[in-house]
């Protein structure tokens, strides 16, 4: 079953830059009816009235995630303005980098609160809702370092893992209404603001790990999850690669990741010890990009083999490749990103085969 994007009531946090921006605007251009949450109202109402600008109807509600009355109310002004809540994207969130021992504890609880208590307060909202209406899709974003974790920066890390932890345990508790569904989405290195206004007490400037990918990525992967919800899915090829590695080989992958970060997240020029915009939006650093994605800093090129992969032939081959999980799940998150037909062949196509036989990352519901 496709879900229309068209016409959806669609709550995303983390609207002001980013992600969320960048997700905005392209569910704009597909007729979403969107309400957009973030700290910084400026930067916020520049991306509500950029989806104005492709037709969209979009809401500008100034909200922090970390609190949950403000969280509450957000989800009351969306009900207010277009009876109902249809996807809820819990994406915002915040870094910090450094040694373990280096960051402060305030800074580290301070991403647990805006991280998975910002999830956990978009969920209470939006599930109930979805409940009482019988169908809703809920995206929590965890970021690959949920399932591939990664040194300096560990709050993050942290509140990832639990992010998905819980997702995984909501989606359990909802499992008898099939049109609700609780989706996880893992972002890559991806090309935006957040690297410019995360905390960072490693002394040394940042940036992000190759391969870095476009912002616009995660959009298009976010517009595919809401037509056919899934368990999980990776934005960025990369990702869905280094987390099968890791479940493969976590020794060896903790070994290879803790050197190539060691050698690749920092720059040489110093940096002195900053909270970013963790307590304190900081004004700027609006766009969609944060300037990452340069020629000599391309992203994985894989756009070349996407008409063999959503080629007739390739679809037909969907049940087959159920036959093992790897192939399966290979099949399925390249679909989601770049194929969206692909991927609902291979759904559908999982969905009429043993369950010892399908991808974890099969669907939620029919």
């Known amino acids: 079953m496709t879900n229309e994007i068209n016409g959806k009531v669609v709550v995303i946090t ?3 830059s980013g992600i969320g921006k960048a997700s905005a605007e392209a569910l704009a251009e597909h007729g979403a009816r969107l309400v957009l949450a973030a700290r910084r109202e400026p930067e916020l109402e520049d991306t ?3 989806c104005r600008v492709k037709g969209a109807e979009a809401v500008a509600v100034p909200a922090d995630v970390a609190e949950e009355a403000q969280v509450q109310a957000l989800a009351r002004r969306a009900i207010e303005v277009f009876g109902r809540i249809d996807v809820w994207f819990n994406n915002a969130g915040m870094d910090a980098f450094g040694r373990f021992e280096d960051i402060p504890a305030e800074t580290f609880e301070r991403v647990l609160q805006i991280n998975l208590m910002g999830t956990v ?6 599930l109930p809702h979805f409940t009482e209406r ?11 370092v949920g399932n ?3 040194p300096f920066h560990s709050p993050y890390v942290a509140s990832k893992f639990a992010i998905r932890g819980l997702s995984f345990a909501l989606r359990q508790e909802v499992m008898h209404l099939p049109d609700v569904h609780v989706c996880v989405l ?4 991806i090309d935006t603001p957040l690297w410019q206004r995360s905390a960072n007490y490693s002394g040394r400037a940042i940036k992000p790990l190759d391969p870095v990918h476009p912002v616009e990525q995660v959009a298009s992967v976010l517009l595919n999850l809401i037509r056919y919800p899934q368990r999980e899915v990776f934005a960025g090829a990369s990702g869905w690669m280094a987390s099968e590695q890791y479940t493969a080989q976590p020794d060896m992958m903790e070994a290879v990741i803790a050197g190539f970060t060691q050698q690749s997240l920092f720059q040489d020029e110093p940096a002195a010890p900053t909270d970013g915009s963790l307590f304190t939006p900081e004004s700027g650093n609006g766009g969609k990009s944060g300037g990452w994605s340069s020629p000599d800093r391309p992203g994985l090129a894989v756009g070349d083999t996407l008409p063999l992969m959503a080629s007739p032939a390739f679809l037909a081959l969907a049940p087959a490749l159920y036959t093992l999980k790897l192939s399966a799940s290979f099949a399925q998150q390249l679909g989601m990103q770049f194929a969206p037909s692909l991927a609902g062949a291979v759904a559908a196509a999982g969905d009429r085969l043993p369950a010892a036989l399908t ?3 099969r669907r939620t519901g029919p």
């Not at 019988?134 to 690959?144: C, E, M, P, R, T």
């Not at 893992?186 to 290195?189: D, E, I, L, R, V």
């Open 134 to 144: 019988g169908s809703g899709i809920l995206i929590n974003n965890a970021s690959l």
């Open 14 to 16: 983390g609207a002001s």
């Open 359 to 361: 991808s974890p990352f």
């Open 121 to 126: 307060h978009g969920a209470r909202a939006a």
């Open 148 to 150: 591939c974790p990664s």
């Open 186 to 189: 893992s972002p890559a290195s």
């Open 48 to 50: 509500a009235q950029a």
